[in-house]
């Protein structure tokens, strides 16, 4: 892992278990603030996508799917209002546009041995540090990271750190939604599952596991709206600038 030096800049880290609206929390703030935004559940998505097409099996081959983390190339864009991810197996490769294959179910299913790797996870927060202050290298006054380890792990010196949370049932009917959205087929039951097992794996892994840090703000959207949740985001980071300033 990159040795952590204080960074210059404005980090906005933004943590939370599946479901709880902090991708579009973070989406928004950044919208709203002129800042950059890194999905850094993209990146494990598209480690997880690229190790299925080599047909590799993540959990027979660790070593190989941690060679495909450090190679990987990955780009984020918003493109006519959406996100859009760009992935490449190794540098100097022509990045393509894979957005629809890293969000589909069969894909969600490979993540875990993905997720739990250790060498996979440095080279991925790695990866995660440089495009964040590469990017304020560049100009950006700030960059919002989302994730489970971004306030603990990727930067526990963040400007100001959230923890966005929301209880079982409302995430199941916000997952539902967004699947009936699409014209998925699903049953409540089978998502409520899906979403307790999923924060099973992100809670008992032992590296960079999910957990609130010391220092977070706590957000509990379960009956916020979205625009509730960025106003809620937009007081607390506006209070830290304004202590910052005087
Ligand atoms: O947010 P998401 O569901 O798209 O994330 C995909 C997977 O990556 C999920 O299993 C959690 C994991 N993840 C992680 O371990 N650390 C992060 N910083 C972001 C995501």
Redesign the pocket.
Known sequence: MERMSKTQGIIVAI?GP?GSGK?TAARLLAQAEGYAHL???????AVAFLALQGAINAEEAPDRVTEIARDMQFEYRIVDDKQRFLIAAKPGKPLNDHTEEL?TAAL?LT??P??NNGDV?AALVAK?QTAARKVLASGARGVVL?????GTV?FPDAFIKFFVHADLDERTRRRADELRARGEPFDVEGLKKQIEY?DK??ES?EV?P?RKADDAIDIDSSSLSQDQVLARLREELARRLAAQAG
């Open positions: 943590d599946a991708s999905n850094t559940g993209a990146m494990y998505r969000f969600t993540l875990k993905v997720v996870r995660m989302e994730g489970r380890d971004i990727v999923r794996v992100d892994r960079g999910l």
